[in-house]
């Protein structure tokens, strides 16, 4: 352990292999502070419960074979992950990732009592706990846990200068939730599905949604629905017990079914929380074309009714 005006980043590490006869950890700066005013340097032993620490730093890139990592942009959030017994100490600088600074993000120190525990450690850490990053994934910490798994790397077969070079390095990060949302659904979000569909501007309804809804409405009123089984049973040309036969055979020929809600739920953003001004229209869309996808029932409920009636609709 260093003692001089530019402390090492490993000092915390390494003082957990020793303590003083208090049982204290050794502290450098407050060692420093003493010899200084003339203190003897206390007599250290080594410590009880810790045999082995880890200096681990976090970086945000790709590492290759030949040892070089192609660091990735990002905005770092914080860590991620549950709390671990085995490390004493962690620590992530939030913000945006630096090209032109330290590289290293932070680090971890993490305290086992043999190698091969702390191999296990390191394993689990690294599959636990990872940054929260705005932006690319990066595969570090997959080549982390790849290192501290591979048998050579704890047998002690392996040099520094060369572990890259004996190691299985990822080629694809591991991808998240996040990852799925920011690079799939958030560009479907602002983009939409096809072009000039994504976020509208104005104020809901939008004249692109009034425009779309007459075109709909006009599309559905030129197309009749199918009669259904549940056709014959409202117009009272079979029973309840063919219809529910009818439906049971539907179910197990399409291993399921769904019913559509879509006034109550759909429409609410419009001002309108009866959904009353679209009911109709929504429900020529579940028999048309909700029959054609598997849709066995459409519910509508007595809001929707009688604010239809409020507003003037023809039930």
């Known amino acids: 352990i260093e003692c ?27 060692e420093l502070i003493m010899r200084a005013s003339g203190v003897p340097a206390p007599v250290f032993a080594d410590s009880d419960s810790t045999k082995v620490v880890l200096h681990a730093r976090w970086l945000h890139g790709n590492p290759d074979s030949d040892g070089n990592i192609a660091y990735q942009p990002g905005d770092i959030q914080g860590m991620a992950g549950p709390r671990l017994d085995f490390v004493p100490a962690e620590l992530m600088a939030p913000g945006e990732i630096s090209f032109t600074s330290d590289p290293q993000l932070g680090k971890a120190v993490i305290t086992a009592n043999s190698w091969e525990e702390m191999c296990d450690r390191a394993t689990l850490y690294f599959t636990l706990r990872k940054p929260k990053v705005m932006g690319p994934s990066s595969t570090y910490a997959q080549t982390m846990y790849n290192l501290f798994t591979n048998a050579e790397f704890r047998a002690g077969k392996i040099a520094s200068n060369e572990t890259f070079k004996k190691l299985d390095i990822p080629v694809f990060p591991t991808r998240g939730i996040a990852n799925i949302l920011q690079d799939q659904v958030a560009p479907v979000l602002v983009k939409g599905y096809r072009p000039g569909e994504g976020v509208d501007a104005d104020r809901y309804p939008t004249p692109r949604v009034n425009s779309a809804m007459a075109e709909l409405q006009a599309k559905l009123s030129q197309e009749a629905p199918r009669p259904t089984p549940f056709t014959s049973f409202a117009r009272g040309t079979s029973s309840y017990e063919d219809y529910i036969a009818a439906l049971r055979e539907q179910l197990a020929r399409q291993g399921g079914g769904w019913v559509t809600v879509a006034p109550r739920d759909t429409a609410q953003q419009g001002n309108d929380s009866e959904s009353a001004s679209i009911s109709e229209i929504s429900r020529r869309n579940a028999e048309i074309w909700g029959e054609k996808a598997g849709c066995v029932a459409y519910e509508i409920g007595g809001a929707q009714y009688q604010a239809g009636l409020i507003r003037g609709f023809d039930p």
């Open 4 to 30: 001089n005006r530019r402390p090492q980043v490993e000092n915390e590490a390494l003082a957990l292999l020793q303590q003083d006869a208090a049982g204290n950890r050794r502290y450098t700066f407050a």
